[in-house]
């Protein structure tokens, strides 16, 4: 038996302002989607902006349900709206933010497992990373290079080959 150690790497950055132009657009994308997210359960609103390779940007914002499992994280909102509309357009990069007016959220909220797996299933199909920005109402802003930084151990295709 051995232990083995997987470290994560990422930039964090104090404010908004010390991102580069493009990184800060996205963000405000996330931000201003993150308003009209439908939340009356949690009260913890997300919004997440998609930029494609072709300078395009895509939103998408969570969508709550009475019936909890019927809801959508606003990374899978983004993503399926990102790949319904722009099938073959590859991913450079997904900001995501999150708030709420009845608890603080100041560390930066990284997506759930089923938002990763779906982000990573992108990135797996367009072969190239897929940056990943997140926001908190307050505090430090997280950049990772890829999805796999957040998912080093993903589900993929070589999961389902059959044996010889």
């Given at each position: 038996?051995?232990?083995?150690?997987?470290?994560?790497?990422?930039?964090?950055?104090?404010?908004?302002?010390?991102l580069i132009n493009s990184d800060?657009?996205?963000?405000?994308?996330?931000?201003?989607?993150?308003?009209?997210?439908?939340?009356?359960?949690?009260?913890?609103?997300?919004?997440?902006?998609?930029?494609?390779?072709?300078?395009?940007?895509?939103?998408?914002?969570?969508?709550?349900?009475?019936?909890?499992?019927?809801?959508?994280?606003?990374?899978?909102?983004?993503?399926?709206?990102?790949?319904?509309?722009?099938?073959?357009?590859?991913?450079?990069?997904?900001?995501?933010?999150?708030?709420?007016?009845?608890?603080?959220?100041?560390?930066?909220?990284?997506?759930?497992?089923?938002?990763?797996?779906?982000?990573?299933?992108?990135?797996?199909?367009?072969?190239?990373?897929?940056?990943?920005?997140?926001?908190?109402?307050?505090?430090?802003?997280?950049?990772?290079?890829?999805?796999?930084?957040?998912?080093?151990?993903?589900?993929?295709?070589?999961?389902?080959?059959?044996?010889?």
């Amino acid at each position: 038996m051995r232990s083995v150690k997987k470290e994560i790497e990422f930039t964090e950055y104090d404010t908004l302002q010390d991102l580069i132009n493009s990184d800060q657009l996205l963000l405000n994308a996330a931000i201003e989607i993150a308003h009209t997210a439908y939340a009356p359960y949690s009260n913890f609103k997300v919004g997440a902006a998609i930029l494609l390779a072709n300078g395009e940007v895509v939103i998408g914002n969570n969508q709550e349900n009475i019936a909890y499992p019927s809801g959508l994280c606003a990374e899978r909102v983004a993503i399926f709206h990102a790949g319904a509309t722009h099938p073959n357009e590859s991913i450079s990069t997904i900001a995501i933010y999150a708030e709420s007016d009845v608890m603080p959220v100041d560390t930066a909220i990284s997506p759930c497992g089923a938002c990763r797996q779906a982000i990573m299933e992108y990135r797996q199909k367009q072969t190239t990373p897929i940056r990943v920005i997140l926001k908190p109402q307050q505090g430090k802003i997280w950049v990772f290079e890829c999805i796999s930084d957040l998912l080093p151990y993903a589900f993929d295709l070589k999961g389902l080959k059959k044996p010889n």
